[in-house]
């Protein structure tokens, strides 16, 4: 906790500016909050395109028109994607494959916060399946879009949360038989404890983890791809709006508790950019991030027990990908040892 306060109040090493001529940038979650304020800083940088995503058009067009003028890049695009929806998120994957570009840096910064439990149409648990599942999924059928440059390094990030560190345990997902996504989104699970959805979004957050650190070690030897996970700290943006939206009390604490800790969506940014541009494979790949630096995350998550999950979690991921989308099957023979 110590550590997390003065994190908070540390004003961040200024984002280095580097010369992405030439490159191509998506940012999943870019119109609004951090992948916004991501987005102005490597707009700054003069790349070949940026890409952002947004769930509705409109606000991902206006946005766009902002980062334009805001940070000079006149090659600033929108695109709608739905992470709600698997078919929206397997269009977004092959209107890409189809651009014929070569993507040079992905920041998946799309995501989701509730305390209540809500079935997507999917059916699946809301936050499960946007925090973790159509995450997953975009990011595995985006491996072939991705550039096979040595340099610059093609880089994937996931913006994951501190709030993996309060998972202790394994105790929800247990017993590890095949099905633990499919049992832990169903509603009569998530409905037995008021612990559970509370919980739900440190969850898929310790998930982000897990699944950054398998695909970075299960990526082929010869593969100059970079992947690696970020806490960006609490920041003033709309992701918490829910926790805001509940009794009186909560809100009173809560706004007290923002005005001060929360830092600025900008400086939470500055991690993101951090984890998309410094260091090399050596010192970053497969790795957890927080305040512009690498961090070994929470002792749950490394632990003998954290790795079980994790590697359960993650078989249990590819299967629900594969059977989404078929073309999984070629990617991860193709891509995965």
């Known amino acids: 906790m110590a550590q997390y306060i003065k994190d908070q109040w540390t004003s961040l090493p200024p984002v280095k500016q580097v010369d992405l001529s030439g490159q191509v940038i998506m940012i999943v979650g870019g119109s609004r909050g951090l992948g916004y304020e991501a987005a102005v800083h490597l707009g700054r940088m003069g790349p ?4 952002i995503s947004s769930r509705e058009q409109g606000r991902g067009d206006a946005a766009a028109q902002k980062i334009k003028e805001v940070s000079g890049c006149e090659n600033v695009e929108a695109w709608p994607l739905d992470f709600e929806s698997f078919e929206s998120v397997r269009q977004y994957a092959e209107r ?5 570009d070569k993507l040079d840096i992905v920041i998946q910064n799309a995501g989701v916060c509730t305390l209540t439990y809500e079935k997507t149409k999917e059916n699946w648990e809301r936050l499960l399946q946007v925090n973790h599942l159509s995450l997953s999924l975009l990011t595995l059928l985006l491996l072939p879009c ?8 093609p880089r994937i990030v996931i913006v994951a949360s501190a709030g993996h560190h309060f998972v202790k345990n394994s105790s929800e997902m247990l017993p590890l038989d095949g099905h633990v ?10 409905l037995q404890s008021s612990s559970i959805m509370t919980s739900r979004y440190n969850l898929t957050k310790l998930f982000n983890i897990f699944f950054v650190r398998e695909l970075a070690a299960r990526l082929r030897p010869n593969s100059p791809l970079i992947v690696n996970t970020l806490d960006p700290g609490t920041c003033q943006t709309e992701l918490l709006k829910p926790i805001e939206d509940t009794s009186l009390v909560a809100r009173t604490l809560f706004w007290i508790f923002k005005t001060l800790m929360a830092r600025s969506a900008e400086m939470g940014s500055r991690t993101i950019v951090y984890a998309a541009l410094e ?3 050596d010192s970053v790949h497969g790795q957890y991030m927080t305040s512009c630096r690498v961090d070994k995350g929470s002792d749950y998550a490394s632990s003998p027990e954290g ?5 359960a ?3 249990e991921t590819l299967d629900f990908a594969t059977s989404i989308d078929p073309s999984i099957s070629t990617i991860i ?4 040892i």
């Open 48 to 51: 070949k395109r940026l890409i």
């Open 96 to 100: 890409m494959k189809k651009d014929g």
């Open 146 to 153: 991705m550039s096979t440059r040595s340099s610059p390094v």
């Open 181 to 190: 996504l499919q049992r832990i989104s169903t509603e009569s699970h998530c």
């Open 279 to 281: 260091g090399d494979r």
């Open 307 to 311: 790795l079980e999950v994790q590697k």
């Open 313 to 315: 979690i993650w078989d």
């Open 333 to 336: 023979q193709e891509y995965l």
